[in-house]
């Protein structure tokens, strides 16, 4: 199916684990962003990527990792995951296009608790 | 410091009746601005857009109005549908990526 999807949809974990979450969009969109949303705080970037082997920090980058070695994937790895990273995980995607439309599509996230 | 306030957390509405979601930005240089809504456990999904050489922008029973000298924006829904109760995102474009409110929780009773 056409469009960008994120697994698992839920994990859990335990405190000092390695966990990967998986994102992958059918657009060949050239941006895609990682988010994490928390009560209290909304949505925060924390990591983009402009085009294949090109990242950046956002606003939360702290205790994350991220490639892209694919266009279409976007992995997020929580090297050691601690009880502050337990929250509602986003991917997004975007065109290159700098048009009038600036539209992230989202995916339907990962919920993720670390115990 | 945030550059994007939604600082009503939650609106409670009649159905049939406006529904008026308020959002203020500090940074001037903002020139495009849009509206996520989210139901729980979906992603946010794109609602409506207006860029800064406008001050009105509409979709059906969705209107952004845009106010560059207050730096704030809102989204009126007319008339309130239960379907709508969500919550809306403000969000301000930025180079590479998005600036998003906390969210305002949209409450529309029958």
């Known amino acids: 199916d056409a469009g960008i999807t994120q697994s698992p949809r839920y994990k859990i974990t335990e405190t000092g684990r390695q966990v990967t979450l998986m994102c992958h969009q059918t657009?060949?969109?050239?941006?895609m962003f990682w988010y994490r949303q928390d009560l209290g705080h909304g949505l925060r970037l924390i990591y983009y990527s402009a085009a294949a082997d090109i990242t950046d920090k956002g606003e939360v980058p702290d205790g994350y990792v991220v490639s892209r070695s694919k266009t279409e994937n976007f992995p997020l790895t929580l090297e050691s995951a601690t009880r502050s990273q337990t929250s509602v995980y986003f991917c997004?995607?975007?065109?290159?296009?700098?048009?009038?439309?600036?539209?992230?599509?989202f995916g339907p996230g990962t919920r993720l608790t670390v115990l | 410091d945030q550059q994007v306030k939604q600082n009503s957390p939650s609106l409670s509405v009649q159905e049939g009746r406006i529904s008026i979601l308020n959002c203020d930005y500090t940074n001037s240089m903002f020139d495009y601005f849009l509206w996520y809504k989210k139901y729980p456990a979906e992603g946010p999904t794109f609602l409506i857009s207006?860029?800064?050489?406008?001050d009105k922008n509409e979709d059906g029973r969705f209107t952004v109005f845009l106010n560059k000298s207050a730096k704030h924006l809102s989204l009126h829904i007319v008339p309130s549908q239960p379907g709508d109760s969500a919550v809306y995102f403000c969000?301000?474009?930025?180079?590479?990526?998005?600036?998003f409110g906390k969210g305002t929780k949209l409450s529309v009773k029958p």
């Open positions: 657009w060949s969109h050239s941006y």
């Open positions: 207006i860029s800064s050489i406008k």
């Open positions: 997004a995607s975007k065109t290159r296009r700098e048009a009038v439309t600036d539209t992230q599509y």
């Open positions: 969000a301000a474009s930025a180079p590479g990526n998005l600036i």
